[in-house]
């Protein structure tokens, strides 16, 4: 098995891809029932980890996307 890869076998990349995509739903949640601050935090976070994993596939237009949406959420955080 090689060091990149866990028993489930994915790559580090995709189980943050995963891990981020539950960060997201998780931040959907919070900004629209409890707090629209902490719910934008783990947005970008969640995008935050999946990055790596569209830029190792070469999803390009994914990975702009994500970009102009981690702008957006940043704006959100530095101005409440």
């Known amino acids: 098995m090689d060091g990149d890869e866990m028993r489930l ?15 997201v739903i ?8 409890v707090n629209t601050s902490i719910g934008v935090v783990f947005h970008i976070v969640g995008d935050g980890l999946a990055i790596p994993y ?3 596939t070469k ?20 101005m409440p």
């Not at 076998?9 to 960060?23: C, F, H, K, N, P």
């Not at 998780?26 to 029932?33: D, K």
């Open 54 to 56: 569209f830029i190792r």
């Open 26 to 33: 998780l931040g959907y949640f919070i900004v629209l029932h």
């Open 59 to 78: 999803s390009w237009d994914v990975v702009v996307m994500i970009g102009f949406l981690e702008v957006i959420s940043f704006s959100k955080v530095i």
């Open 9 to 23: 076998g994915l790559a580090t990349d995709e189980i943050a891809r995963v891990i981020g995509s539950g960060a």
